[in-house]
């Protein structure tokens, strides 16, 4: 769940990982609801305007690859130390299981590089990258990144980013001080160790064109913009909302972030007020701002459509008991097209490589205390044909 504001780091990881995350607009939403399938009785699939289903126990970030119909997901089911991850290869047409892969750490991130057919896991309670053969499921590599922490932990990874052109991995480390990894993808290797980033680094996007890192967080100054090659926070953004980097002033959380193609904009999703954030990538300046939900997560920007989709959990600390939903709204004016309600929880998004198709992560309660808690139900797959929506 994510709270009006981050009160604790353990609070900010589990938000981010559930993580691991309607102001002036003139256009009248459509609203529908997406019900659950529990097999594959549905003729084909790939027809339907929505098609979901319910096999994955503990799934988190999802990604589908743009070179072929793989779509991936990250699972956990136990938290405890040593329990196992696993990564369900699906396929993006009729959402079929082709391989489960059982891994050594537990799996919650997900980056791909299509040039080296390299998947990385992030293993965010472990602090490390697990390097995957994406063509055959194989693990090829351990990078830890994160230091011992007190007698069991260790420094947690959140998110994971790819630079494809250079071969290099971003990772944000979501702890007070900031920090943010640079790897080498080729030998797995940090290249820079980036401190002071941020309160809580979480969300990031990265600009090849300009060759700029964005990473979203709390505190005073939201967004840093840091220059890989050199390792160095070279901008930062700012709502103007909060006076200090202390964690009891932070007004805004940005958990996910979203460039459009041309780099000019970012896109924020606010934990903490539920609004989508424009910000202006050469001045900084925020632009414009929308409302989308209580426990906004995840946000991709589509070029096809010039389109955003944000998921929002539906729920935060005081408000436990509610449902989530899929919004996407038109990316220059904000106005929202469409908002589809997808009980539970929704959280990761991604997109087919046509932008016709989003795939998103649907989360079960957590606890039976829920109204909405269902004895052995699994999470979610949601595919969205956008074209017929």
């Keep these: 769940m994510i709270a009006s504001r981050p009160a604790s780091l353990k609070m900010i990881v589990a938000s981010v990982m559930g993580a691991l995350l309607l102001s002036a607009c003139q256009t009248a939403p459509q609203s529908q609801q997406v019900g659950q399938t529990s097999s594959f009785n549905a003729t084909a699939p790939q027809a339907q305007v929505t098609f979901r289903q319910d096999t994955i126990e503990g799934a988190y970030e999802i990604l589908a690859a743009k070179d072929s119909k793989q779509l991936f997901v990250a699972a956990t089911p136990l938290f405890e130390d040593r329990a196992a991850g696993f990564l369900h290869v699906l396929d993006q047409d009729t959402l079929r299981e ?30 490390s990258l697990l390097a995957i053969n994406s063509l055959n499921g194989t693990v090829k590599q351990l990078i830890q990144l994160g230091q011992k922490e007190g007698k069991d932990g260790w420094e947690h990874t959140r998110k994971v980013v790819i630079d494809e052109q250079d071969n290099r991995i971003f990772v944000t480390n979501p702890s007070e001080g900031g920090r943010v990894w640079i790897v080498d993808g080729a030998q797995g290797r940090i290249l820079h160790n980036i401190d002071n980033v941020g309160l809580w680094p979480a969300g990031a996007a990265y600009d090849a064109n300009t060759k700029r890192l964005f990473v979203g967080h709390g505190g005073k100054d939201e967004i840093a913009v840091i220059n890989p090659a050199t390792g160095t926070i070279e901008q930062r953004f700012t709502t103007g909302d909060a006076k200090s980097d202390k964690r009891e002033d932070s007004r805004h959380f940005f958990v996910n972030i979203t460039l459009s193609a041309d780099g000019k904009k970012l896109f924020g999703a606010d934990a903490n007020t539920g609004k989508i954030y424009v910000f202006d990538t050469t001045s900084g300046k925020v632009e414009n701002t929308v409302e989308v939900g209580l426990g906004l997560l995840d946000i991709v920007y589509n070029d096809a459509r010039k389109e955003l989709i944000a998921t ?27 908002r589809i309600s997808a009980p539970v929880h929704p959280n990761s ?15 079960i309660p957590h606890g039976d205390k829920s109204p909405h808690y269902l004895k052995g139900a699994k999470d979610s797959v949601l595919r969205l044909n956008l074209n017929q929506l």
């Excluded at 892969?101 to 390299?118: D, E, S, V, Y």
């Design 98 to 127: 082709s391989q489960r892969i059982q891994l050594p750490r537990r799996a919650f991130a997900l980056g791909l590089n299509q040039k080296t057919h390299t998947l990385y896991v992030g293993n965010t309670l472990d602090g």
């Design 312 to 338: 929002n959990r539906g729920v935060d600390r005081q408000t436990p008991a509610g449902t989530g939903s899929v919004t996407i709204l038109d990316a220059n004016t904000l106005a929202v097209k469409h």
């Design 349 to 363: 998004v991604t997109l087919s490589a046509d932008g016709q198709t989003a795939f998103v992560t649907i989360k």
